[in-house]
């Protein structure tokens, strides 16, 4: 008998529905004529592992318009406005807002979040409120902390003191913000410092790098390096690159091939970068994002990060990783055919991939975390940002949409419309 049997699933790059089961929290060969305890009826519709989010700022949710609004909408003006709203944190300030959205991902599909958390703060406040949160919240999510020094480690007074009490307080991931220090040179020791560290402490690494349209700024080439030299490779992730954008070709394509070789993970966000970018170019104006085609063809592990949640640098956004696919989709000229399935990797496969997850997947003994999309197929998903008619976790339903109802006069009479094509030709 199982537990959970979810019938006439489409699974991402198999056509025909499948059944898949599940006992005991984990994802199970179904046999014929196997009975269940519980059924869900899948009609067709997609399928996926749970969603990921690598790259989100909790600690900065909901804050936008505190203590004033992002007026110019530039990346500089919305770290200066953070830099004050940091002034007034608690930790039930951070812990109440980081509940709300941690409620909205959990409603778009998203069971993994690794959130950069904000330590240039001599009472690590952001930090101890979300330690706190990772455990409050284990049973239903799985938090991983990156220790993110906003104001960089060089240019903050005891960055490098602060970085090594976040991670003893218990921060997953090290963190860096290169490109933001006050000289190149305290970007390179930067890098080499946060790197160093997560070696010793045997912890992954998450850089903020080259998050910038100057095609001088070449922190990536550094993490590069130093992941090879210390023996890091697939533990690295690189997140936003935007400087890749402007590079010259021939420096971008030797680039690549390093970060091939580094096995580094790459986070890209659109949502973010294609507002913050650009923001000093006449016309044309750049998109703002990395080399993701590029990087992807390379065979380089690249993944979609939502960055921002109503904060001083995004004043939109509702915590959902599809959302921030349809947007790359458009910005990124992902529109191919094999591009737009790709999109749905980015957000679950890929993006569990570079948080180091184990027992991810769809394949038999996998964890039963999963994803019932109202839409058909993964075009269908990413074009409608289609609601997530069902989350499950371990074999359990933990989140359900029931999504409206369109009705329309044609006519004269009143028909539903469900924005799915039915007419062939």
């Given amino acids: 008998m199982l537990d959970l049997l979810i019938r006439g699933a489409r699974t991402r790059g198999v056509e025909a529905p499948r059944d898949i089961g599940v006992r005991a929290g984990r994802i199970v060969q179904v046999q014929p004529g196997e009975g269940a305890a519980r059924t869900l009826d899948a009609a067709g519709r997609l399928v996926t592992p749970a969603l990921v989010e690598p790259h989100i700022h909790l600690d900065a949710v909901l804050t936008v318009g505190q203590p004033r609004y992002n007026l110019t909408g530039s990346l500089f003006e919305g770290i200066a406005i953070w830099g004050e709203r940091v002034k007034s944190l608690t930790v039930e300030d951070v812990k109440q807002r980081v509940r709300q959205v941690l409620r909205w991902q959990l409603a778009n599909g998203v069971l993994f979040v690794r959130s950069h958390v904000d330590v240039c703060d001599p009472e690590l406040t952001a930090l101890r409120a979300l330690v706190e949160i990772r455990q409050e919240v284990a049973g ?231 994803v019932l999309f109202d839409a058909p197929s993964e075009m269908d998903a990413v074009r409608l940002v289609a609601p997530r008619l069902a989350v499950i976790r371990g074999g359990e339903i933990v989140a359900r949409t029931e999504p409206a109802r369109h009705m329309v006069v044609w006519d004269g009479r009143e028909e539903p419309v469900d924005f799915l094509r039915h007419a062939q030709g």
């Fill in 140 to 370: 239903q999510m799985a938090l991983q902390l990156v220790a993110f020094p906003q104001q960089g480690i060089l240019s903050f007074p005891d960055g490098e003191a602060l970085m090594r009490r976040a991670v003893e307080l218990g921060a997953d991931v090290v963190g860096a913000i290169p490109h933001f220090e006050l000289s190149r040179e305290y970007g390179e020791r930067s890098v080499k410092f946060a790197m160093t560290l997560a070696a010793e402490r045997g912890l992954r690494v998450d850089i903020h790098c080259d998050e910038t349209d100057d095609e001088q700024s070449r922190f990536l080439e550094v993490m590069i390096a130093e992941t090879i030299r210390l023996g890091m490779q697939g533990r690295v992730t690189a997140s936003h690159t935007t400087a890749m954008h402007s590079y010259n070709n021939a420096y971008a394509y030797r680039l690549v091939n390093n970060l091939r070789r580094a096995e580094l993970h790459l986070v890209t966000n659109p949502l973010d970068n294609s507002v913050l970018q650009g923001r000093f170019d006449s016309y044309p104006i750049r998109r703002g994002h990395t080399r993701v085609k590029q990087l992807l063809a390379a065979g380089v592990n690249v993944c979609i990060g939502h960055d921002s949640v109503m904060d001083p640098w995004y004043p939109l956004g509702y915590g959902d990783p599809l959302q921030a696919a349809s947007v790359l989709a458009h910005y990124g000229q992902m529109t191919g055919y094999e591009e737009i399935k790709t999109l749905i990797d980015m957000i679950s496969v890929n993006a569990a991939r570079a948080l180091g997850l184990e027992e991810y997947g769809l394949e038999p003994g996998c964890r039963a975390d999963l």
